[in-house]
């Protein structure tokens, strides 16, 4: 009975450093909605320095597929008659060990490289390969989404207003345009000026920072776009003047306010330190960022506070709510490029306490129920356009999820909104030089002086 009943209720833990075979929310949700099985065949070598770790995180996958994904390990240097067969149908062409991925009559590989950063600087001094960081479980999801939809959505990046760029080498938002990408997203430059409209097949537009405001004519194909069901995910740099954009938002009930978020620190007993860096938290009462509830993220440089006013666009059908707000404390400093200290803790004291927006969601035609999906107007903006620089984001993931989350709720994939797969980094350790002399007399003295004294012991316990 004990036997029968194990079998059928049991949990399973992940012990490993990192929880690296933990599936994220986002790829558990994102099995849920399979409607078919789907095939993996892994054809890994042992010698692959990630093979246990390809083969545990499967493990995971199945597990969590609850019956949509099948297993088959071929070990290519054994079964040669059944990888020649599966290598002929899948058009394989590689000796790299790698997994071929089958669904619906569509198939997609995973190379082990895209699994792993391999550090291979010991290989000249006679050591293996080492792996310096397993990536399995994006590559691989990435692979499913692909898989599964097929063709890639597009997302459109305004350019020509000095927005950061997306070329590979000088784009300092690398990190985010790989993790869109990951989620069978592409990018698409748009320059307004070149366009008399919005290609038909962008179905969302993304403008990050623009220094410069748009000139009429963007303004028309933007509202145009937007009146045709258009998404929109703008994230607004406060310092920027740009108040053709500030007033199109303001025309759906978003203000954004000539201030900036500050809040005093206390660094020791008498000692407080003023900072521009704002912690805020994620409101999980929108789609966009239901699964990120009261998550906390920062949001690096200036921030400005932006006003909702719902009441005033309800009647367009026109619904505002807010998506982020700034942890209590902040207070929003509307002289703030003064250094008057002595104000700016005035104005902190004077700070009545009302949570202070950040981010926000606006629809225009959409369904109060989350359940019902309507082709509709969607917009993000975020009064902060920093916080996705790769700078910034590598320190805190949660504006990454944020990110996907907007994108994927623009997009109407909001089976996709989740706590994405975190970002791998190495293991690393900072010691200072007192600290280096310490573990050196540790290791030089003390580790070989234990075994001299248990020897000592031992011999002192015989002789007697």
Not at 13 to 30: A, E, G, I, N, V
Not at 317 to 325: A, D, K, S, T
Not at 390 to 409: H, K, R
């Amino acid at each position: 009975m004990v036997n029968s009943f194990s079998f059928r209720h049991y949990a399973r833990w992940d012990f490993s450093r990192d929880q690296k075979y933990t599936l994220s929310d986002k790829t558990k949700r994102f099995l849920d909605t399979l409607k078919g099985k789907m095939h993996i065949t892994v054809f890994f070598s042992p010698n692959t320095p990630i093979t246990a770790d390809v083969e545990n995180l499967l493990t995971e996958y199945q597990y969590a597929g609850k019956g949509k994904i099948d297993l088959e390990h071929i070990d290519p240097e054994r079964n040669l008659s059944r990888a020649k067969e599966l290598f002929d149908k899948y058009k394989v062409v590689t000796d790299e060990s790698l997994l071929v991925l089958d669904y619906e009559g569509r198939n997609k590989t995973v190379k082990a490289s895209e699994m792993a950063d391999i550090d291979q600087s010991g290989m000249a001094i006679g050591e293996g390969p080492r792996v310096a960081a397993f990536k399995g479980e994006q590559a691989i999801t990435s692979a499913m989404i692909d898989l599964v939809e097929g063709k890639k959505k597009i997302l459109g990046y305004v350019t020509g207003h000095k927005e950061p760029a997306l070329t590979e080498g000088t784009s300092p938002i690398t990190v985010l345009k790989t993790f869109i990408e990951n989620e069978n997203i592409k990018f698409q430059e748009l320059n307004l000026l070149d366009l008399d409209a919005i290609p038909a097949d962008v179905k969302a537009v993304m403008i990050v920072g623009p220094q410069y405001d748009f000139s009429d004519r963007e303004m028309k194909l933007l509202r145009d776009f937007w009146d045709k069901q258009g998404r929109i995910l703008l994230l607004l740099d406060p310092a920027a003047k740009t108040p053709k954009l500030r007033g199109f938002l303001n025309e759906l009930g978003v203000k954004v306010n000539d201030d900036r978020l500050m809040v005093f620190l206390r660094t020791g007993i008498e000692e407080l330190a003023l900072t521009r860096d704002v912690q805020a938290r994620f409101v999980g009462d929108s789609p966009a960022t239901k699964r990120l509830g009261d998550v906390r993220a920062l949001f690096l440089g200036g921030t400005s506070s932006l006003t909702l006013e719902p009441d005033r666009v309800r009647a367009a059908n026109v619904r505002v709510e807010p998506l982020i707000q700034a942890e209590k404390g902040y207070f929003a400093e509307t002289d703030y490029n003064t250094d008057n200290q002595a104000k700016f803790q005035a104005d902190a004291k004077q700070n009545s306490n009302v949570p202070l927006t950040i981010g926000a969601a606006v629809e225009k035609g959409g369904s109060a129920d989350q359940r019902v999906q309507m082709n509709s107007p969607r917009l993000a903006v975020v009064s902060n356009a920093t916080f996705v620089q790769d700078n910034a984001i590598t320190q805190d993931q949660q504006g990454l999820d944020f990110i996907s989350g907007s994108v994927n709720w623009l997009l109407s994939r909001e089976q996709l909104i989740g706590i994405a797969p975190k970002i791998p980094k190495p293991l690393t350790f900072s010691l200072s030089e007192e600290e280096l002399r310490r573990l050196r007399w540790i290791v030089l003295l003390f580790m070989p002086l234990v075994p001299a004294v248990i020897g000592t012991m031992v011999w002192w316990q015989r002789r007697v």
